[in-house]
């Protein structure tokens, strides 16, 4: 099972290779705020277990394995966020959290989380998911 930090890497490299056909030191570098010299290292590891293609000086691709755990780290990212926002949680925190959540959860946990989220959108999930948003609002009015 891979890292926090390697799934993040996973899960950019992923991104980045959908626009561009591969992705280079400096793209992951900037997007994860990171120095190339970090970049470089996680490349080597990740590419030492298996999960992409690496050519020094080169770009790098996803392997099947690597793109599979950037698919579903993103996924999970996806519907956690999409959900703390439905409860009313502001996006920049949403995201943050949703960041943290995708790595921690376990499957079991996951699965009954996106079988909540459907039943959000049926008509008595709405229901209760507007009665939990007034009742958290006369929560905070009442502080």
Do not use: W
């Not at 994860?32 to 293609?53: C, E, Q, Y």
Request: charged share 40%.
């Amino acid at each position: 099972m891979p890292t926090d930090r390697k799934e993040d890497y996973l899960k950019e490299i992923d991104k980045i290779v959908a626009e561009k056909g591969y992705a280079q030191v400096k793209d992951l570098a900037n997007a994860l705020d990171v120095g190339p010299s970090s970049v470089t290292g996680m490349f080597k590891k990740l590419a030492d277990d298996g999960f992409i293609n690496y050519e020094k000086y080169g770009g790098v691709t996803l392997t099947k394995r690597g793109k599979e755990i950037a698919r579903t780290t993103q996924e999970k990212f996806s519907s956690i966020n999409e959900f703390l926002k439905v409860l009313g949680v502001c996006e920049e925190i949403a995201d943050e959290d949703a960041c943290k959540m995708e790595h921690i959860l376990d499957m079991e946990t996951y699965e009954t989380f996106l079988n909540f989220k459907e039943f959000a959108k049926t008509k008595e999930g709405k229901n209760l998911i507007e009665k939990f948003k007034d009742f958290e609002k006369n929560k905070k009015q009442s502080k």
